[in-house]
């Protein structure tokens, strides 16, 4: 009997080895226990934003989402990833064509150090540009009397997540050109391509995948960060309030389902970054596998 | 266009990988570089393409110093090992890439660049395939769409990276073969590296064997083959048994066999060991001595499978002989294992190096 | 006769120039202020900040919730690595993308809805308060919500590792006698200790310094249920600077300690695999 059900749930991957099957007792216990868990930390989570959002209703719920201070912390958030995002992923070409195509003394370190800001916690992230661009800073002070704000304004805010952000799309982007290997690259400038004709029309198109990639995660962790922009933004409403830090004041103020309203468009564009992450991933995975030296259809038919 | 290559030396750390070439390449001619991995020949082709830059040394094209100059003013054609098509471009665009990106000047008008292309793609007998990717190739084609690329811009000299080396023995042979016929249509200089000797002594006007990043011998198939000039070539090219020897007041011995077989190659014989080599279908058996040449040995194995008939042997001191003879000669002898025979040299046909 | 120091492809010059200016900026330049600021605030201050109760009581917490979470993690996510690569059930594929959710999911989302989830009403709270255990508000809920945002990283550098691994050594075993137990304990558990051991690192370091998720579900009680990043935030709000830049000095010197512990353990792990 148990066989039967194993083959519905807990068949395993691999049907060509059956001597490496476990007993259907094991899969069943492990897939129950992986539900249970992921149940517990994520999917029970998850249906409980929507869940609380319309917790009074759809009226209040679109009442949350649509009014003027709830459409500012839209925009600022769509603003700050529309800096942020270029900026580090142009940083991330740079970075993985220098990285993957030349030797160069100090190239470890170099990648140690482009790799920091993810060991940095955000509170400590957001606390750096206040300790460097605070109104009691000699370099803020000096841009507070031409009448520059960055802490507790919107440019401290794009600041910090451009910071919080910064080695996301240079991490994807590296190990894809490293991939590609540098003959098509070679074999442009053999035939006459300058640099940025090389770079436009051979490299570019070789690491779309790679570079897509990074800018979903960029993306999805620019709109979503909420440690290090809390600190930077002096929780002004209406004026310096992300979508994640709006979440934060209206929970404070006991608005529990408007808050939830607010944070349910997190949600839906966490799912919708997850899915493009399914989605890119596998073809950057794919494009990794494939970049090993070419075989030719006989071969790969013998 | 003539290379001229001089005191070209080149080092990858401690590694050195090549050690004071120095090389003529002759307008119109086609050189392989022959040599196992490691031997230098890809970074030789790679200096002369301009893809490295030799520690010392200088690289001349028709009389003129090309050392300092780039990869793109140098007008070379470059043909890489796992062909470098681009991977997105059909084939017509990769065929295309080269007249495309030339500075605004230069460049000819696209119709002029697609009947070019076109042009090229039945010459190598590709056109059907145009508007094809290249994965959707087999290797062979690929290989034949990365030549057309290289021809687009009609460089003065076409450098090949083991052109063929990833392909089936048959596409192979029939690529060589087209390639010669190519060769002799466009009468370009060409240089390609190969470790496979056939492919070298079939194609090759002359052939530069390479060692540990040195030049062994530089000849023609012919000269190579049958006259190799120290032992890594005789054992490099063509199967070959080897004998270690002595020579006494100019007579060559092995073990206590007198063998007379002449003086040793490359000048005045003198006392000491030396290397003895013959080629499998140098030897003759026989029956009985036949002269002072002759030594004993006993039948281990006969295949009778192939064109010829290989016999395995061990001469009367012990080293392993093998023996080509024809079929006529194998039903004449009646050999069978363990029988005892007489071997020996076909004349001057021993390469006798001192060591 | 140009020395071997020329460079075939271009842009070495302008892609170094632009990641170290950029760099420098972004990166460098703000990361060396906290060293400054900390340094101006004289070895004795900095002393009195990082050995005041609150601070060690704020340090026991963190490691201990962080150590705690990252070892339910541990155990939990080598499960979950092993039914997604060996397994096949109903929406496994999408069951395989949500994993990723912590890594998406704003904290300050995930914050609110762990504290809903886990309050004494909360969908999964109540049952707990029946068996007497409170979540929400205390220490077992700071637990919670670091498991939630570490729970991808040993999943996804084990899941990798168990994808490429070769089943022959399996089936090796097998012939050899072993059973599927020890078929796993002895075969296949060492091959994947490496990756469980980055996970964990990596988990535990970010649950160190985890702040949106924490600060919701914890209550911020000091001495109680207050974590280093909660510390911080407090310091700050109360603009003592000194104090937050202090503890700040010494969540990056943890920071740097874990970030080395998981480059030790990748170059020992591909030196132990290619010999």
């Known amino acids: 009997m148990f066989e039967n059900f194993g083959f519905i749930a807990g068949a395993t991957r691999h049907h060509h080895r059956p001597a490496l099957a476990d007993a259907p007792v094991v899969r069943i216990a492990l897939i129950a226990l992986t539900l249970i868990f992921l149940g517990m930390f994520l999917f029970i989570p998850l249906a409980a934003v929507f869940t609380e959002a319309f917790a009074k209703g759809a009226s209040a719920y679109f009442a949350a989402i649509s009014n003027s201070e709830a459409r500012a912390a839209i925009r600022l958030t769509l603003t700050t990833a529309s800096i942020a995002v270029p900026l580090n992923v142009a940083f991330g070409l740079a970075a993985a064509w220098l990285i993957a195509r030349f030797d160069f003394r100090g190239k470890q370190l170099l990648v140690t150090l482009i790799d920091l800001p993810f060991s940095v916690s955000p509170v400590i992230s957001g606390m750096l540009f206040v300790l460097l661009l605070g109104v009691r800073t000699p370099l803020g002070g000096w841009l507070a009397d031409h009448g520059i704000r960055i802490i507790f304004a919107e440019p401290g805010i794009i600041i910090a997540t451009v910071f919080v952000t910064f080695p996301i799309a240079a991490r994807e982007l590296i190990p894809v050109m490293q991939a590609g290997g540098r003959d098509e690259e070679e074999a442009a400038l053999v035939l006459g391509a300058r640099g940025f004709q090389m770079f436009r029309r051979v490299t570019l198109p070789n690491v779309r995948w790679g570079l897509m990639y990074g800018v979903v995660l960029c993306a999805a962790r620019a709109m979503g960060e909420f440690g290090a922009v809390s600190v930077v933004s002096g929780h002004i409403r209406g004026a310096t309030n992300t979508m994640p830090l709006y979440v934060e004041i209206l929970y404070n103020d006991y608005q529990f389902s408007a808050a939830f309203a607010v944070a349910s468009l997190l949600a839906m564009l966490a799912i919708v970054t997850l899915a493009l992450k399914q989605a890119v991933g596998r073809r950057v995975a794919s494009t990794i596998r494939a970049a090993a030296p070419a075989e030719s259809i006989e071969q790969k038919a013998a | ?355 | 006769m140009k020395g071997a120091s020329r460079r075939v492809l271009p842009g070495f010059g302008l892609t170094l120039g632009f990641t170290i200016a950029y760099l420098s900026v972004i990166v460098l330049i703000p990361l060396s202020t906290i060293f400054f600021r900390s340094a101006a605030l004289g070895p004795a201050d900095f002393w009195a900040v990082i050995s005041a109760p609150r601070t060690l009581a704020a340090c026991r917490l963190s490691f201990m919730a962080a150590f705690a979470a990252a070892m339910i993690n541990c155990v939990f996510g080598l499960a979950v690595a092993w039914t997604l690569v060996r397994y096949e059930f109903p929406m496994r594929g999408i069951v395989d993308a949500m994993v990723d959710l912590p890594f998406a999911l704003p904290t300050s989302v995930a914050g609110i809805t762990l504290t809903a989830i886990y309050a004494s009403n909360g969908w999964i709270g109540r049952w707990f308060v029946l068996l007497g255990i409170k979540i929400a508000f205390a220490p077992l809920g700071i637990v919670a919500a670091l498991t939630f945002v570490g729970l991808p990283f040993v999943v996804r550098t084990v899941q990798p590792v168990l994808e490429e691994i070769d089943l022959e050594l399996e089936e090796a075993a097998t012939t050899l006698g072993a059973n599927r137990l020890q078929t796993f304990a002895r075969v296949t558990l060492p091959t994947l200790m490496p990756a469980v051991l980055t996970g964990f690192t990596l988990a535990f370091a970010r649950a160190i310094g985890e702040y949106g998720s924490v600060v919701f579900i914890s209550g911020n009680l000091p001495m109680k249920t207050e974590v280093l990043p909660l510390l911080i935030m407090s310091k700050l709000e109360q603009f003592d600077y000194g104090g937050a830049t202090a503890i700040g000095v010494l969540m990056l010197a943890i920071s740097f300690v874990l970030l080395y512990g998981v480059n030790s353990i990748q170059k020992w792990s591909a030196r132990r695999l290619a010999a």
């Open chain 2, 1 to 355: 266009m003539s290379i001229e290559l001089r005191n070209i030396r080149k080092t990858f750390g401690d590694f050195v990988a090549l050690d004071n070439i120095n090389l003529d390449v002759a307008k119109g001619e086609m050189v392989a570089l022959l040599g196992l991995s490691g031997s230098g020949k890809t970074t030789l082709l790679r200096i002369i393409a301009g893809l490295e830059t030799p520690d010392a040394g200088s690289v001349r094209f028709q009389g003129a110093d090309a050392t300092s100059l780039s990869v793109r003013d140098r007008r070379i054609g470059f043909v890489f090992q796992h062909y470098a098509l681009f991977r997105h471009m059909t084939v017509f665009e990769n065929v295309a890439f080269g007249l495309r990106v030339r500075p605004r000047s230069t460049r000819p008008p696209e119709s002029e660049i697609r009947s070019r292309v076109h042009e090229l793609l039945r010459l190598v007998q590709l056109d059907f395939l145009a508007d094809r990717l290249p994965s959707a190739l087999s290797g062979g084609q690929r290989q034949r769409v990365a030549l057309a690329r290289t021809l687009a811009v009609e460089p003065r000299i076409l450098l090949l990276d083991e052109p063929f080396g990833s392909l089936d023995a048959r596409v192979r042979q029939e690529l060589r073969q087209w390639l010669r016929r190519l060769h002799k249509q466009l009468g370009i200089t060409c240089v390609f590296v190969t470790h496979d000797q056939e492919e070298a002594l079939e194609l090759a006007d002359r052939v530069v064997v390479m060692n540990a990043g040195r030049i062994e011998q530089i000849g023609t198939p012919e000269e190579v083959y049958h006259r190799p000039a120290n032992a890594f070539v005789a054992s490099f090219l063509g199967n070959v048994n080897l004998f270690h020897g002595r020579i006494e007041d100019g007579r060559v011995f092995i073990a206590d066999t007198c063998l007379e077989v002449g003086t040793a190659n490359g000048g005045s014989p003198s006392s000491g060991k030396a290397m003895l080599y013959v080629r499998p279908h140098l030897l003759e058996i026989d029956r009985a001595p036949r002269g002072p040449r002759s030594f004993p040995a006993t039948v281990r194995n006969i295949n009778p499978a192939g064109p010829r008939v290989r016999v395995e042997l061990t001469a009367e001191w012990g080293d392993p002989v093998n023996v080509d003879i024809d079929h006529e000669s194998h039903r004449r002898l009646s050999l069978e294992p363990g029988a005892r025979v007489f071997l020996h040299p076909k004349e001057d046909q021993v390469f006798i190096y001192q060591i």
